[in-house]
């Protein structure tokens, strides 16, 4: 097999500028802007260059006047998100316009290694991001309101599945197949393996059947779990300060 992952590694780093670029409010930018290079996060530069790149830009808008950083903070962050589940579902594509060519070609070589590329830049970037978000003190500097986090946390949840099932289309062994990878895929994404409940060589799509129940469950569940563990308590009133505990 050809080893196309150095090249894979240059043109994805070059999407991830385009894809941060783009949701970056240059615009807003005060005249001569000219900010100290600040360093950290490192590690992420090859490992997740996402994640640098979104630190890259969030340390620029650190020095923006006022309301203009949380604004531009803001627009960051959201047209990212959804910037990231449209080259997810691109990804995808191209992963199955990918199984109809000879495997091994250099073509084939290239699709494989920028789409496992990715897998692991994304799945770090959502995971160090909404993780340090969790375990860290509230710093809201976006602007962003509960409703709006998890809209994000949902739109990131969808795109995790978008992001598997190319690599395992065309990485994993024994799921060469659509049907193979988006039961994996769905499996895998909600912690289940209901998806083998059923043999998939005498159901096929029907073996699916069962994920719109399951994936309907962890939302109700998660996300309204969610929703009441971030609602601020209710202000007392006298009245009910004066009941008995």
């Not at 049907?179 to 895998?188: D, E, G, H, K, N």
């Not at 994920?211 to 971030?230: D, G």
């Amino acid at each position: 097999m050809i080893n196309a992952l150095p090249l894979a590694l240059a043109l994805y780093w070059l999407l991830e500028y385009v894809v941060r670029r783009a949701s970056y409010c240059a615009e807003m930018e005060p005249a001569t802007f000219q900010p100290p290079w600040q360093t950290g996060c490192e590690w992420a530069i090859v490992i997740s260059p996402g994640f640098w790149l979104s630190h890259y830009f969030k340390s620029r808008i650190q020095h923006f006047a006022g309301a203009n950083a949380v604004s531009a903070r803001r627009t960051l962050i959201t047209r990212s998100n959804w910037l990231n589940v449209l080259v997810s579902m691109i990804f995808l594509i191209l992963g199955l316009l990918t199984t109809l060519a000879a495997r091994g070609t250099f073509g084939w070589s290239l699709v494989a290694d920028l789409v496992v590329v990715r897998y692991i830049s994304r799945t770090t970037e959502i995971g160090y991001a909404f993780g340090r978000d969790v375990m860290t003190p509230p710093d809201n500097r976006s602007g962003l309101d509960k409703h709006a986090r998890l809209t994000l946390a949902l739109r990131s949840y969808v795109e995790l599945f978008l992001l598997a099932m190319p690599v395992y289309l065309l990485c994993v062994p024994h799921y060469g197949t659509v049907l193979r990878a988006l039961t994996l895929s769905l499996s895998v994404g909600t912690l289940t393996n209901v998806g083998y409940g059923l043999p998939l060589d005498q159901h096929g799509y029907r073996a699916l059947l069962v994920f719109p129940q399951v994936i309907a469950t962890l939302s109700l569940v998660l996300l309204s779990l969610a929703s009441y563990i971030s609602r601020p308590e209710p202000k007392s009133t006298p009245e009910a300060d004066a009941e008995p505990k």
